[in-house]
Protein backbone atom coordinates (compact mmCIF):
# COMPACT_ATOMS: atom_id res chain seq x y z
CA UNK A 1 0.00 0.00 0.00
CA UNK A 2 1.04 3.87 -0.69
CA UNK A 3 1.45 5.75 2.24
CA UNK A 4 2.01 9.30 2.57
CA UNK A 5 2.39 10.53 6.50
CA UNK A 6 2.34 13.97 7.01
CA UNK A 7 4.33 15.01 10.12
CA UNK A 8 1.32 16.60 12.24
CA UNK A 9 -2.59 15.75 12.55
CA UNK A 10 -3.39 19.41 14.40
CA UNK A 11 -1.03 22.40 14.54
CA UNK A 12 -1.76 25.51 16.49
CA UNK A 13 0.59 28.70 15.54
CA UNK A 14 0.54 31.84 16.37
CA UNK A 15 0.57 34.80 14.16
CA UNK A 16 3.88 35.43 12.19
CA UNK A 17 5.58 32.20 13.11
CA UNK A 18 7.90 30.30 10.68
CA UNK A 19 5.78 27.09 10.12
CA UNK A 20 7.16 24.14 8.56
CA UNK A 21 4.70 21.00 7.56
CA UNK A 22 6.42 18.06 6.53
CA UNK A 23 5.64 15.19 4.40
CA UNK A 24 6.87 11.73 3.43
CA UNK A 25 5.89 8.92 0.86
CA UNK A 26 7.18 5.72 0.46
CA UNK A 27 6.54 4.73 -3.11
CA UNK A 28 9.27 6.30 -4.35
CA UNK A 29 7.01 8.78 -6.51
CA UNK A 30 8.55 11.48 -8.89
CA UNK A 31 5.73 14.12 -8.26
CA UNK A 32 4.46 15.29 -4.62
CA UNK A 33 1.87 18.19 -4.37
CA UNK A 34 0.97 20.62 -1.64
CA UNK A 35 -3.04 21.58 -1.62
CA UNK A 36 -4.90 23.69 0.39
CA UNK A 37 -8.73 23.00 1.36
CA UNK A 38 -11.35 25.20 2.38
CA UNK A 39 -15.02 24.33 2.69
CA UNK A 40 -16.77 25.75 -0.84
CA UNK A 41 -12.83 26.16 -2.02
CA UNK A 42 -12.48 22.87 -3.02
CA UNK A 43 -8.83 21.29 -3.15
CA UNK A 44 -6.26 24.66 -4.53
CA UNK A 45 -2.98 23.83 -5.32
CA UNK A 46 -0.37 25.64 -3.83
CA UNK A 47 3.16 24.27 -4.54
CA UNK A 48 4.26 21.08 -6.28
CA UNK A 49 7.41 19.14 -7.32
CA UNK A 50 8.22 16.78 -10.01
CA UNK A 51 11.86 16.08 -8.83
CA UNK A 52 13.90 16.45 -6.00
CA UNK A 53 15.33 20.69 -5.38
CA UNK A 54 12.50 20.96 -8.45
CA UNK A 55 9.50 22.72 -7.82
CA UNK A 56 6.39 24.72 -9.36
CA UNK A 57 4.01 27.29 -8.26
CA UNK A 58 0.30 25.89 -8.20
CA UNK A 59 -2.77 28.55 -8.02
CA UNK A 60 -2.40 29.70 -4.57
CA UNK A 61 1.69 29.64 -3.90
CA UNK A 62 1.64 33.59 -2.44
CA UNK A 63 2.71 33.44 1.28
CA UNK A 64 4.15 30.11 1.11
CA UNK A 65 7.58 28.38 -0.07
CA UNK A 66 8.26 24.49 -0.24
CA UNK A 67 11.25 22.13 -0.12
CA UNK A 68 12.25 18.64 -1.50
CA UNK A 69 15.95 17.86 -0.39
CA UNK A 70 15.05 14.07 -1.26
CA UNK A 71 12.88 12.09 -3.33
CA UNK A 72 10.72 10.93 -0.03
CA UNK A 73 10.12 14.34 1.50
CA UNK A 74 8.15 17.47 0.42
CA UNK A 75 8.18 20.50 2.98
CA UNK A 76 5.63 23.06 3.14
CA UNK A 77 6.80 26.23 4.68
CA UNK A 78 4.85 29.21 5.94
CA UNK A 79 7.70 31.95 6.49
CA UNK A 80 5.32 34.32 8.51
CA UNK A 81 2.15 32.66 9.52
CA UNK A 82 -0.99 34.74 9.12
CA UNK A 83 -4.73 34.26 10.27
CA UNK A 84 -6.11 33.56 6.15
CA UNK A 85 -3.58 30.95 6.24
CA UNK A 86 -5.75 28.62 8.90
CA UNK A 87 -6.77 26.10 6.96
CA UNK A 88 -6.47 21.92 6.02
CA UNK A 89 -2.96 21.55 4.42
CA UNK A 90 -3.32 18.12 2.34
CA UNK A 91 0.19 16.65 1.08
CA UNK A 92 -0.08 13.83 -2.13
CA UNK A 93 2.32 12.38 -4.25
CA UNK A 94 1.81 10.43 -7.82
CA UNK A 95 4.56 9.30 -10.95
CA UNK A 96 4.96 10.48 -13.67
CA UNK A 97 1.90 10.52 -15.88
CA UNK A 98 1.94 8.08 -18.45
CA UNK A 99 -0.60 6.52 -20.82
CA UNK A 100 -1.19 3.47 -18.09
CA UNK A 101 -3.68 4.86 -16.15
CA UNK A 102 -2.84 3.14 -12.43
CA UNK A 103 0.10 5.94 -12.87
CA UNK A 104 -2.09 9.21 -13.02
CA UNK A 105 -3.88 9.21 -9.84
CA UNK A 106 -2.13 11.13 -6.77
CA UNK A 107 -2.41 9.44 -3.04
CA UNK A 108 -3.34 11.49 -0.16
CA UNK A 109 -1.85 12.12 3.32
CA UNK A 110 -4.27 12.08 6.11
CA UNK A 111 -3.81 16.25 6.26
CA UNK A 112 -2.77 18.96 8.98
CA UNK A 113 -5.28 21.09 10.35
CA UNK A 114 -3.77 24.22 10.98
CA UNK A 115 -5.22 26.89 13.49
CA UNK A 116 -2.95 30.41 12.71
CA UNK A 117 -3.95 32.75 16.01
CA UNK B 1 -7.85 26.82 -18.27
CA UNK B 2 -9.48 23.31 -17.17
CA UNK B 3 -12.13 23.77 -14.67
CA UNK B 4 -14.18 20.75 -12.97
CA UNK B 5 -17.64 21.69 -12.23
CA UNK B 6 -19.57 19.94 -9.17
CA UNK B 7 -23.12 21.53 -9.17
CA UNK B 8 -24.56 19.85 -6.00
CA UNK B 9 -22.88 20.56 -2.99
CA UNK B 10 -24.73 18.56 -0.83
CA UNK B 11 -26.86 15.70 -1.31
CA UNK B 12 -28.29 12.78 0.64
CA UNK B 13 -29.70 9.31 -0.12
CA UNK B 14 -31.56 6.50 1.90
CA UNK B 15 -29.26 3.74 3.08
CA UNK B 16 -29.26 0.77 0.14
CA UNK B 17 -30.67 3.25 -2.94
CA UNK B 18 -28.80 4.37 -5.55
CA UNK B 19 -27.86 7.93 -5.96
CA UNK B 20 -25.89 9.68 -8.87
CA UNK B 21 -23.18 12.46 -8.27
CA UNK B 22 -22.84 15.08 -11.15
CA UNK B 23 -19.54 16.56 -12.18
CA UNK B 24 -18.68 18.47 -15.63
CA UNK B 25 -15.69 19.82 -17.16
CA UNK B 26 -13.82 22.16 -19.74
CA UNK B 27 -11.01 20.93 -21.81
CA UNK B 28 -9.59 21.08 -25.04
CA UNK B 29 -7.43 18.16 -24.42
CA UNK B 30 -8.37 14.69 -26.27
CA UNK B 31 -6.38 12.86 -23.84
CA UNK B 32 -7.02 12.98 -20.11
CA UNK B 33 -8.14 10.98 -16.86
CA UNK B 34 -10.87 11.76 -14.83
CA UNK B 35 -11.38 10.64 -11.20
CA UNK B 36 -13.78 10.48 -8.38
CA UNK B 37 -11.93 10.86 -4.93
CA UNK B 38 -13.63 10.51 -1.35
CA UNK B 39 -12.79 11.83 1.96
CA UNK B 40 -14.77 10.36 4.44
CA UNK B 41 -15.17 13.32 7.86
CA UNK B 42 -11.52 12.93 9.33
CA UNK B 43 -10.07 10.69 7.38
CA UNK B 44 -7.84 10.43 4.12
CA UNK B 45 -8.84 10.79 0.77
CA UNK B 46 -9.05 7.96 -1.49
CA UNK B 47 -9.50 6.81 -5.12
CA UNK B 48 -12.93 5.77 -5.86
CA UNK B 49 -12.83 5.23 -9.51
CA UNK B 50 -11.14 6.54 -12.81
CA UNK B 51 -11.90 6.87 -16.31
CA UNK B 52 -9.48 7.23 -19.15
CA UNK B 53 -10.72 9.34 -21.99
CA UNK B 54 -9.79 7.46 -24.97
CA UNK B 55 -11.92 4.61 -23.00
CA UNK B 56 -15.64 4.26 -25.05
CA UNK B 57 -16.21 1.59 -21.74
CA UNK B 58 -17.69 3.22 -18.53
CA UNK B 59 -15.38 2.50 -15.56
CA UNK B 60 -16.84 0.19 -12.66
CA UNK B 61 -15.56 -0.16 -8.99
CA UNK B 62 -18.25 -2.97 -7.19
CA UNK B 63 -20.93 -0.53 -6.23
CA UNK B 64 -19.49 2.70 -7.75
CA UNK B 65 -19.63 2.73 -11.67
CA UNK B 66 -19.42 6.63 -13.84
CA UNK B 67 -21.43 7.76 -16.69
CA UNK B 68 -18.84 9.00 -19.13
CA UNK B 69 -20.32 11.45 -22.11
CA UNK B 70 -17.01 12.60 -23.74
CA UNK B 71 -19.12 14.74 -26.25
CA UNK B 72 -20.73 16.79 -23.14
CA UNK B 73 -18.07 16.26 -20.86
CA UNK B 74 -19.75 15.11 -18.18
CA UNK B 75 -18.87 12.28 -15.72
CA UNK B 76 -21.04 11.54 -13.23
CA UNK B 77 -20.72 8.57 -10.10
CA UNK B 78 -23.33 6.37 -9.54
CA UNK B 79 -23.82 5.09 -5.93
CA UNK B 80 -25.65 1.70 -5.86
CA UNK B 81 -26.74 0.09 -2.79
CA UNK B 82 -25.69 3.67 -0.82
CA UNK B 83 -24.06 2.00 2.58
CA UNK B 84 -23.63 4.37 5.99
CA UNK B 85 -19.71 4.36 5.20
CA UNK B 86 -20.47 6.19 2.08
CA UNK B 87 -21.48 9.44 4.08
CA UNK B 88 -18.41 11.78 2.65
CA UNK B 89 -17.37 14.35 1.07
CA UNK B 90 -16.58 13.51 -2.93
CA UNK B 91 -14.33 15.26 -5.55
CA UNK B 92 -14.52 14.77 -8.93
CA UNK B 93 -10.68 15.47 -10.46
CA UNK B 94 -8.98 16.07 -13.97
CA UNK B 95 -5.93 15.04 -15.21
CA UNK B 96 -4.03 15.59 -18.70
CA UNK B 97 -0.92 16.26 -19.17
CA UNK B 98 0.89 18.22 -16.81
CA UNK B 99 1.28 17.21 -13.52
CA UNK B 100 -1.50 18.77 -11.06
CA UNK B 101 -4.83 17.09 -10.54
CA UNK B 102 -7.64 20.23 -11.09
CA UNK B 103 -10.73 19.27 -8.62
CA UNK B 104 -13.90 20.58 -8.77
CA UNK B 105 -15.87 22.16 -5.00
CA UNK B 106 -16.61 18.58 -3.69
CA UNK B 107 -20.40 17.15 -2.96
CA UNK B 108 -21.17 16.43 0.82
CA UNK B 109 -23.18 13.47 1.08
CA UNK B 110 -24.94 12.01 3.95
CA UNK B 111 -26.29 8.70 3.62
CA UNK B 112 -29.89 8.30 5.53
CA UNK B 113 -30.45 4.85 7.90
Known amino acids: DVKVTQSSRYLVKRTGEKVFLECVQD?????MFWYRQDPGLGLRLIYF???????EKGDIPEGYSVSREKKERFSLILESASTNQTSMYLC????????????????FGPGTRLTVL | AQTVTQSQPEMSVQEAETVTLSCTYD???????LFWYKQPPSRQMILVIR??????QNATENRFSVNFQKAAKSFSLKISDSQLGDAAMYFC??????????FGKGTKLSVIP
Open chain 1, 92 to 107: ASGPVFGRDSSYNEQF
Open chain 1, 27 to 31: MDHEN
Open chain 1, 49 to 55: SYDVKMK
Open chain 2, 27 to 33: TSESDYY
Open chain 2, 51 to 56: QEAYKQ
Open chain 2, 93 to 102: AYRAGSYQLT
